[in-house]
Nanobody
């Protein structure tokens, strides 16, 4: 199993980045895929996830309206388009995949990622003010 992120970098506040995560080794179509981030000295936090079973997308409140998650099942790739970036978005971003029922009350921002099975190595996003 492999998850390989790319697209991170350094941008000024207000800028945009598009993260990609190419996966292999598991049945991508059957998995929830998500993005998490971890800033220095802080715990890992859920950013967004995409449930392919019903097409629902979930976002943490602070990124809703600025970030968009998408997936290409044919390419086994998940993306995170990040617009209007803020210094507080600075973190290492990780993609993850898991098989679990989200339910009607799932909130990605309350997840530390324990329900995910596979993880990428991370890509650094730095937003300067």
């Amino acid at each position: 199993v492999q998850l390989v992120e790319s697209g991170g970098g350094m941008v000024q506040a207000g800028g945009s980045l598009r993260l990609s995560c190419v996966t292999s080794g598991f049945s991508f179509d059957d998995y929830v895929v998500g993005w998490f981030r971890q800033a220095p000295g802080k715990e890992r936090e859920g950013v967004s996830c995409y449930d392919s079973s019903d097409g629902r997308k979930y976002y943490r409140p602070s990124v809703k309206g600025r970030f968009t998650i998408s997936r290409d099942n044919a390419k086994k790739t998940v993306y995170l388009q990040m617009n209007s970036l803020r210094p507080e978005d600075t973190a290492i971003y990780y993609c993850a995949a898991g098989q679990f029922p989200l339910g009607n009350n799932y909130e990605v921002h309350r997840s530390a990622g324990d329900e995910y099975d596979y993880w990428g190595q991370g890509t650094q996003v730095t937003v300067s003010s």
